[in-house]
Structure formats: structure tokens, C-alpha cells
């Protein structure tokens, strides 16, 4: 179950960044994080934690959605 979560969430976090056209780099400055902390999220190595999934909200100018079977960002409603 811990690693389907963590697939789905850096699959999310890779759709969200790619659909805003931003590097990893770009998302890492954002959040206040390192690259490489980034592309493990997205390579499914971290879990979703509700910090980090604020963080990365926030960095993604989304809202986060978590249910018991997947993990979405989802732009701010206009």
C-alpha cells in the first residue's frame, strides 16, 4: 500500500509540474527544497505526507487532493 501511495503521488506531482511547464528546478526553488528531493517524489521514493503535500501545493499553486486510493493536484478554482 506505502509504495502504491508514493508511485501515485509522484505520478500527481510529475502531471501538476509538466502541465505548468516547470523544471524540476524551478518546482525545487519554489518549495524550498533540493532537486534531488524532487525527483524522488516523483520517481514514487517518498510518501505523502501532509506537510510535504501542502508544500507541494503551494509551490504547484494547486490544491491537493488525497483519498484512500490515489493522490491528484488540482489547479486553484478561478
Partial sequence: MEIREALAFG???YDRRTAMGLSVAQVAERADMSEDEVECIEEGGTAPMVPLLRRLA?????????TAADVHFEA???
Fill in 11 to 13: 505520478k500527481a506531482h
Fill in 58 to 66: 503551494a509551490a504547484l499553486d494547486a490544491d491537493v487532493r488525497l
Fill in 76 to 78: 486553484h478554482a478561478a
